[in-house]
């Protein structure tokens, strides 16, 4: 089995992650070597369309300087029509965020309403998935979704209702005791040094 379909497999928690696949949303700069102090890619001020945070810069406990890390996401509301023979057409749906950083597709609870936030000290990440290509990563995690839950005869219909692109962000925190980096929606905290 693949990583993608491994975190296909995921389900949903209540922050919109996967929590069978937990290496989908852990800590990215913990196993990221582009998130250096002298990244070219650091910006001192940037404009971002990000999901609302849980836990703001000034909440993170620190010893030192609280940096960002931007990671870009697409975020689909997916609706899914299934055909059946004698009866009415079966509806589900799903909210898929794709990381178009880790290249992965989680089902996620909620679909988020983004807000434009100016964000100092950050390392935005780039995408290396493009919009196209994040589409067709969550078109097929919603049709093997779909499959895993329903005995079909033919291949659903899927539409994606909205689709946002935006950033979920993550904080660097400067402590006596290690860095660490701490989920702006979760909470959840990971050495540097891991």
């Not at 880790?102 to 936030?117: G, I, K």
Request: charged fraction near 35%; glycine fraction near 4%.
């Amino acid at each position: 089995m693949s990583a993608d379909e491994r975190a296909d497999e995921g389900t949903s928690d209540e922050t919109g992650t996967a929590a069978s696949h937990a290496a989908s949303m852990r800590s990215p700069a913990a196993d990221d070597p582009r998130v250096r102090d002298d990244d070219p890619r650091a910006c001192e001020s940037v404009e971002l369309s990000v999901v609302p945070p849980s836990i703001e810069r000034d909440d993170v406990e620190a010893t030192g300087r609280v940096g960002c890390v931007a990671y870009p996401y697409r975020i689909y509301d997916a609706s899914v029509s299934m055909s059946r023979p004698l009866l009415d057409d079966r509806e589900d749906a799903f909210v898929v965020s794709v990381d178009r950083s880790r290249r992965l597709a989680v089902r996620a609870d909620t679909f988020p309403d983004l807000e434009s936030r100016h964000v100092d000290d950050t390392l935005v990440l780039p995408a290396e998935l493009t919009p196209e290509d994040a589409d067709e990563r969550a078109r097929k995690s919603v049709f093997q979704w779909t499959l895993r839950r329903y005995s079909l005869n033919r291949a659903p219909e899927i539409e994606f209702e909205r689709v946002v692109t935006g950033y979920k962000l993550f904080w660097l925190a400067e402590r006596d005791d290690g860095d660490v980096i701490v989920d702006s929606l979760t909470g959840s905290e990971r050495s540097l040094e891991e």
